[in-house]
């Protein structure tokens, strides 16, 4: 077995804001296992919220290359590392270099059925209102809407106007922890009446706990409340549906066993992902069959995605081929 780590930037179309900051290039890190002439890949997107750079997650990779290239399986590295980008990058490597080796598909080797092709929402960059409508507009023909939020007072008037300029689209809403508890109260109940079908991570993730005692006029979703099986437990009472990401889980192997544990505790699925390219959404896609929100549109964000990418039809993405992934 031999690993290659790399670190690979890709720049956006444009400026990508939520209640944290604003991004320009997505920043990937690409960890490549080759055995006997086949090679798999994995890709992963670090985020500074749990404490990730691009540089501190390859050299995590880098930190177990001897006991991966010494034989290591996926089994092994779900103990060997802990839930983050890091084991995501490799966990999906093993997937992809298992499915190739074995000249079947990942989905497969997972025990799946076939995969569909499915819908990912299309996200609206935090904005001021008449920025917000005016890209609104522009996809006022897609299904689903998902709308960033800053929670800074201004959020009600930024949904309004994304409401009247795509009239017919579903809306979800994303607050990314902006929330203060009394801007929540106020707000709550008018995004329920224009038609908000569930409002993610509103309050920050040490403060969730007054979610027990909200009476929520929408559905809630746990994002940064959410990770790795571990956190299941904790999101109960509190949320309604879980936002499960490949870079939180550790990879796709945890991802699918706490999608089956979330959907016997009662919640709704959420597909979503870091910034990154078709590789890295790639997985996804086969986890993204047992969900009722995809988010999986961050290739459609890019200047230029990897080439071979997953094929987008608007907002319709057909699952991998295997000379992209799996």
Known sequence: MQLAVQIERFPLRQV????????????????????????????????????????????????VRGVVEAGLDRAGLQSLLKPGAARNALDCAFWDLEAKRAGKPAWQLAGMAPPRACTTVLTISLDDPD???????EAAHLPLLKLKLAGDGN???????????????????????GYRREFLIADAPRFAELGVEMLEQPLPAAEDDFLRDFDSPLPLGADESAHALDSLPGLAGKY??????????????????????????????MLGCMLGTSLGMAPGVLVAQLAKYVDLDAPLLLAKDRTPGLAYSGVQIAPPEPVLWG
């Open 240 to 269: 309604s549906v879980i936002n499960i990401k490949l870079d939180k889980t550790g990879g796709m192997t945890e991802a699918l066993v706490l999608a089956k544990a979330a959907r016997e505790a009662g919640m709704e699925i």
């Open 16 to 63: 990508f804001r939520i209640a944290r900051g604003a991004r320009t290039e997505a920043i990937v890190v690409v960890a490549e296992l080759t055995q006997d002439g086949v090679t798999g890949r994995g890709e992963c997107g670090p985020n500074a919220r749990y404490g990730e750079t691009a540089e501190s997650v390859a050299a995590t990779i880098e930190s």
């Open 155 to 177: 959020d009600v008037p930024r949904v309004a106007a994304v409401r009247r300029a795509a009239p017919q689209a579903r809306l979800i809403a994303d607050a990314n922890e």
């Open 131 to 137: 920025k917000m409508a005016a890209s609104a507009r």
